[in-house]
């Protein structure tokens, strides 16, 4: 088990356990956690309701063309934003802290 802060739409941080040994990615755990976090594709890097941003120097595994082409046309874009759907869980995971990018203006 691996710990991952998850920072939520409202500020609030969530520490969340993490096993390592499940092949779960980032939308599922959050999901799992009952995060408001929707996967309306299912995690197939179809839609952005997963979208989260990285806010720490884990190594993480580099972004497919098919998740850059869907953060290009996502709302609330940084550098630092990924899909947490491509992200599987891993050890080196551990203490790697995200945040829910916003759904709409007023997140």
Do not use: W
């Amino acid at each position: 088990m691996i710990e991952i802060t998850v920072i939520d739409r409202k500020g609030q941080e969530h520490l969340l356990e993490a096993p390592t040994d499940m092949n779960l990615n980032m939308m599922e755990l959050c999901k799992a956690y009952e995060l408001p976090v929707k996967g309306t594709c299912g995690g197939m890097a179809l839609c952005s309701t997963c979208h989260v941003y990285v806010l720490s120097d884990q190594q993480l595994p580099e972004m497919t063309a098919d998740e850059e082409a869907i953060l290009d046309t996502a709302f609330f874009v940084k550098s630092n934003s990924r899909l947490g759907c491509q992200l599987k869980i891993t050890d080196n995971m551990n203490g790697l802290r995200v945040q829910l990018a916003p759904e709409d203006e007023e997140n």
